[in-house]
């Protein structure tokens, strides 16, 4: 019978199913919201608000997977009001390379991809910023930085492929760093029974 | 109106109201070509490159910042219908300087260290320009010391500061403080703006205003350089 629940970013989805796998967190069960939120953050305090008191009384203990993922502290203050934990750090690229060496780069020309946007191109970046009917818009947006970055959680050679393709449709340079699930799993494994 | 019959509209057959509106269509479509011959028509009947800017182009951005506002545009028809606009402005940029077009102010803007997203800040550029301002724009990635410099050396009115992301934008209180710091700070008008910036954030670092689009930021500068007259 699961006693905690994971409240997931939907992008996190398949992460947080394999690190309850990988480690037998039988206790845990994984609930996401739509992945969708992660491109209008201004929604993202309320909606795990509303989830986490839909949810309450059913587990023990909640844990919110979000970063503060460009809600400027507001889904840290919310948690805090509600008396939940989230994942520390400003976003999941940093604490999928760990918060620290994140930080510590201090990359301002990157745009980064993980295995959810790699595979997910085309929904989360491509279409949403009207790539597809305006192509002549990239540089736009695109001209500024200078590589794609993928931070891949896994090893999978289909997704390196796609991720390639998509720094080349974005005409950047391509980079592809192992991550593997980085600061994720420390903050689940806090909730190890 | 069918597509066909859009195709077949020639401009200049149209009174210059009806072609004063018809560019704030066709920038509403982000049409570049049809904006570029709608100036240059404008032109040859002796319009003056000011009012075409004002009346035409400016007005047909506002129209797309209040669609932009409220939901109906988005960024992508939004960057269209400035690529239009930026159309238009080159030509009459040059004749907006042999007119003697009026000068609001001058201002210095740029996005903030660590921050390349530079869209809205574009856009604020602009509009601020089309509305009578000179901008000095610093571009991307500016540390302190660039704002800092740039306002001294351009005695600038207004300082303009941009920032897309949550990890770049506490920058700005370190460019409001080291204003203060230096005793600087009231000789100038502090606007910032971006996405994930509000009324609450842009009060307590201590900006004059936070600016949600380029419209309002016209509009406050606007205001604050009246004020700033009426004192002197």
């Known amino acids: 019978m699961p006693t905690t629940l994971i409240l997931a970013c939907g992008a996190l989805a398949r992460e947080v199913l394999a690190l309850i796998e990988l480690n037998g967190w039988q206790h845990m069960e994984l ?44 889904l840290a ?20 390379e760990g918060n620290e060496a994140f930080a510590a780069r201090g990359e301002v020309t990157s745009f980064y991809l993980t295995d959810f946007l790699a595979r997910q191109f085309d929904a989360f970046v491509w279409k949403p910023m ?33 991720a390639r393709e998509a720094a080349e449709r974005l005409g950047l340079e391509f980079e592809r760093r192992f991550t593997g699930y980085g600061d994720l799993q420390a903050a689940i494994r806090a909730y190890k029974v | 109106m069918s597509d066909e019959e859009e195709d077949d509209l020639i401009l200049d057959e149209l009174d210059d109201g009806e072609l004063v509106l018809q560019m704030h269509d066709d920038l509403y479509d982000g049409m570049a ?28 951005m506002r129209i797309v910042g209040i669609d932009f506002r409220d939901g109906i545009l988005f960024v992508p028809e939004v960057l269209l219908a400035a690529g239009a606009m930026k159309r ?13 077009a009026p000068q609001l102010g ?40 660039d704002y800092i410099g740039a306002l001294k050396r351009e005695k600038a009115d207004i300082l303009g500061m941009s920032a897309l992301l949550t990890t770049t934008m506490p920058y700005m209180k370190t460019v409001i403080d080291t204003l203060k710091e230096q005793g600087i700070r009231d000789e100038y008008i502090v606007l910032v ?14 900006a004059d205003a936070y600016c949600r689009d380029a419209a309002v930021a016209v509009e406050t500068a606007k205001e604050f350089m009246a004020r700033k007259h009426n004192q002197g």
């Open chain 2, 88 to 100: 238009g402005m080159e030509i009459l940029k040059p004749l907006l300087v042999e007119t003697g």
């Open chain 2, 106 to 145: 001058k201002m210095v803007i740029g996005t903030v260290k660590g921050d390349i997203h530079d869209i809205g800040k574009n856009l604020v550029a602009m509009m601020m320009e089309g509305a009578g301002f000179e901008i000095i724009d610093l571009g991307i990635n500016n540390p302190v010391e």
């Open chain 1, 31 to 74: 609930r996401c919201l739509p992945a969708e939120l992660h491109l209008h953050p201004e929604r993202i305090p309320d909606a795990v608000e509303a989830a986490v008191r839909a949810a309450r009384g059913a587990y023990s203990r909640i844990f919110v997977a979000y970063a503060d993922c460009g809600t400027g502290g507001r």
């Open chain 1, 130 to 162: 009207g790539l597809d009917n305006h192509p002549e818009l990239r540089d736009l947006y695109f001209g500024n930085y200078e590589k794609l970055v993928y931070l891949a959680q896994t090893e999978d050679a289909g997704l390196t492929k796609a």
């Open chain 2, 33 to 60: 070509d049809e904006i570029a011959e709608g100036v240059n028509i404008l032109l040859k009947r002796g319009w003056t490159p000011y009012d075409i800017l004002t009346k035409a182009l400016v007005e047909g």
């Open chain 1, 77 to 96: 203050d919310r948690c805090k009001t509600l008396g939940v934990e989230m994942i520390a750090g400003p976003h999941c690229y940093s604490f999928f």
């Open chain 2, 193 to 206: 703006g971006g996405a994930p910036l509000n009324e609450e954030f842009g009060k307590s670092i201590g």
